[in-house]
């Protein structure tokens, strides 16, 4: 019922940036909380970074100040701003959406884009 497509990923040097951009549309009551996890293969997903609805963020200790997640109210969107990107942060990343949808019982959605590849190349 909640659909989250992602876009902005791609292939970049080592300190060079790039923005990813989520946004989330269906029938939808509120978002609470907006993430970025990203996964290597055979590996767990990992939390890069969370915004609440009213802005309280954190991040992973590996991109804590290199990278700078918003989000757009208005149209359920949320970014992933990331800077001096270095070869360790090749991963595909995935967005998340927590929060309820429209209809009389509001239920609970959770909610993961596709996923876009994000290569660092050194």
């Known amino acids: 019922q909640v659909q989250l497509v992602e876009s902005g990923g791609g292939l970049v040097q080592a300190g060079g940036s790039l923005r990813l951009s989520c946004a989330a549309s269906?029938?939808?009551?509120?978002?609470?909380?907006m993430a970025w996890y990203r996964q290597a293969p055979g590996k767990q997903r990992e939390l890069v970074a969370a915004?609440?609805?009213?802005?309280?963020?954190n991040y992973a200790d590996s991109v804590n100040g290199r990278f700078t997640i918003s989000r757009d109210n208005t149209k359920n969107t949320v970014y992933l701003q990331m800077n001096s990107l270095k070869p360790e942060d090749t991963f595909v990343y995935y967005c998340?959406?927590?929060?309820?949808?429209?209809?009389?019982?509001?239920?609970?959605?959770?909610?993961w884009g596709q996923g876009t590849q994000v290569t660092v190349s050194s």
């Open positions: 915004i609440s609805s009213g802005g309280r963020t």
């Open positions: 998340n959406a927590v929060g309820k949808v429209l209809g009389f019982m509001s239920r609970d959605f959770n909610s």
């Open positions: 269906g029938s939808i009551l509120r978002i609470n909380t």
